[in-house]
């Protein structure tokens, strides 16, 4: 069974730090790409950052404006997205995505299948 889980989000204070891991259970991560997205109330899911599978190229949104790194590590079947320099408009809940493909990489919820349940980052003094 295909199961993502988020974990190391949580409150911190505006130009702060947070590191979020994606670990993956059931099927390896070596050939999947692998998306992170976020979700604020009342606004529509947006993609964040994806690392691709075979190449390990990454993409951010406009957004990150180099405030985040995201990477995997294929050995422990996890994807880490670093977030800092953190500000209140970064608050969300934050989720993993997975989706089987060696080269393809991509920031629109829709081409991915697998989720994770998400992790509530709050930025806020």
């Known amino acids: 069974q295909v199961q993502l889980v988020e974990s190391g989000g949580g409150l911190v204070q505006p130009g702060g730090s947070l590191r979020l891991s994606c670990a993956a259970s059931g099927f390896a991560l070596d050939y999947y790409a692998i998306g992170w997205f976020r979700q604020a109330p009342g606004k529509e899911r947006e993609g964040v950052s994806c690392?691709?599978?075979?190449?390990?190229?990454?993409y951010y949104a406009d957004f990150v404006g180099g405030r985040f790194t995201i990477s995997r590590d294929n050995a422990n079947n996890m994807v880490s997205l670093q977030m800092n320099s953190l500000k209140p408009e970064d608050t969300a809940v934050y989720y993993c995505?997975?989706?089987?493909?060696?080269?393809?990489?991509?920031?629109?919820?829709?081409?991915?299948?697998?989720w994770g349940q998400g992790t509530q980052v709050t930025v806020s003094s």
């Open positions: 995505a997975a989706e089987f493909s060696p080269t393809w990489c991509s920031l629109s919820s829709e081409d991915f299948g697998s």
């Open positions: 690392i691709s599978a075979s190449d390990g190229n990454t």
